[in-house]
């Protein structure tokens, strides 16, 4: 497994975030972002989770609720990862694809986009 520490893999995500665009970073409402080491032992090689109501899917109802939560997971990223340039380009694929789950964009379509 490729070797990185949990505060260099956190600046990749808040890089991957950065490089978001403005305008859509506008459009994000109640949500946040989180690295966590492992993911759920039911899915160990899952790369990142977005738990929350899309963005398409809020309504007048949609008020006093908790933040929608996107984790990121290190340490698949890292056993599938060869190269520091890899983890850099597979977080910043993560990153994008747990927001666009925000938006309401399904894995049918992110898979299309090249985002799978």
Do not use: K, Q
């Amino acid at each position: 497994m490729l070797e990185m520490t949990r505060e260099e893999f956190e600046e990749l995500v808040a890089e991957a975030l950065d490089r978001i665009p403005p305008e859509l970073t506008r459009l994000m409402d109640n949500v946040a972002v989180f690295v966590e080491d492992e993911p759920p032992s039911d899915d160990p090689e899952l790369l990142g989770l977005y738990e929350g109501t899309p963005l398409t899917d809020r309504g007048e109802w949609y008020a006093g609720v908790l933040p929608d939560r996107i984790t990121i997971y290190r340490n698949p990223t890292l056993r599938m990862c060869e190269s520091r340039e890899d983890v850099v380009a597979e977080t910043e694929i993560t990153v994008v694809h747990e927001i666009a789950h925000h938006f309401g964009i399904d894995d049918a379509r992110l898979h299309a986009l090249g985002y799978g």
